[in-house]
């Protein structure tokens, strides 16, 4: 029987939407492609949340993953960017589910324990660890990108921790004792 072991992280906004898609197989992984969706700010809002729709289902199409992972949103001071980058989380949500694909949230802290070992890793700090574990020559841009990879490893640790438990296999997180 063979596993999906895919998952394709998004790191949501409605101007640049940052994705990676990553394999995860005995503690090694394999980048399949990464990249950022970009929407234009002179089109309408509407236009700009079908064109994030239509390109996420076409790489869900692509990658074919056993789980879209998201970055869970994080509430900045200006409301109406977070309201905004709210409705193109939900286009995101739904291109996932209308696929049929599982959908996993993940707070910026626990993309960042996941990867780094410590909740509050900077920037810096997180895209380093991306290049070491996808083995990559230089840091992906934009940044959304390589926050999106993040967002897929950290889902892909997660994924494994659960999986170990549920064989009844012990599973230290990372940076452990």
Known sequence: MTTNN??????PGYATVGYGAIAYNKAKFET???GAITTSANSP?????TEIYDDVCSLISTYRPAAVAVERLFFSNNQKTGIDVAQARGVIILAAVKSGVQVTEYTPLQVKQSVTGYGKATKSQVQAMVMRFLRLESVPKPDDTADALAIAICHAHTFNSERSRQAGRVSLPRGGR
Do not use: H, M, P
Request: aromatic content about 14%.
């Open 6 to 11: 895919i998952t394709l992280g998004i790191d």
């Open 45 to 49: 809002f509407e236009q700009r949340l």
């Open 32 to 34: 399949l492609g990464y």
